[in-house]
């Protein structure tokens, strides 16, 4: 086995970081494992990585629909409702800040309670300057 600190950056290497993500596992599990880089060298390369960004960004929004994918067979499944409580509760945090677009809270205004639009009002004020009373002009 190689030396954590001699894991040079490659495209396989991404490749198999994203895959690991994708399919709902931790970056943390994935830099556990034999012969993978440490955590902070998987960090450092996302600081100085544009492309590995982009694809590790993608990797993360793809475990958000895992973890969806999960809650319902956790539902399904777990017959302790606190611990699938929890379980579900996790996974629905995590899916809302992995992909917020589609798993975060809706956040609407609105007017009253019904949900209808607040409404607008348009005031519109005129300056008038008052008349001379001894010539009559302004």
């Known amino acids: 086995m190689a030396p954590r600190n001699a894991i040079l950056y490659s495209e396989e290497i991404v490749r198999e970081i994203c895959e690991h993500l994708a399919s709902g596992k931790s970056l943390r599990s994935y830099c ?27 990797a993360r929004e793809e475990q958000a629909d895992v973890y969806a994918d999960e809650i ?20 629905k945090w995590i899916a809302s800040k992995l992909k917020p677009k589609k798993y975060g809270d809706k956040l609407g205004l609105s007017g009253d309670g019904d949900g209808s639009p607040i409404p607008l009002s348009v005031v519109s004020f005129e300056v008038v300057r008052p008349k001379d009373t001894d010539t009559g002009s302004v």
């Open 32 to 58: 556990l494992l034999p012969s993978t880089p440490d955590l902070r060298t998987v960090r450092r390369w996302l600081a100085d990585k544009a492309d590995f960004r982009l694809q590790y960004a993608l």
């Open 72 to 91: 319902i067979e956790i539902a399904d499944t777990e017959e302790d409702t606190a611990k699938a409580r929890n379980r579900i509760d996790a996974r």
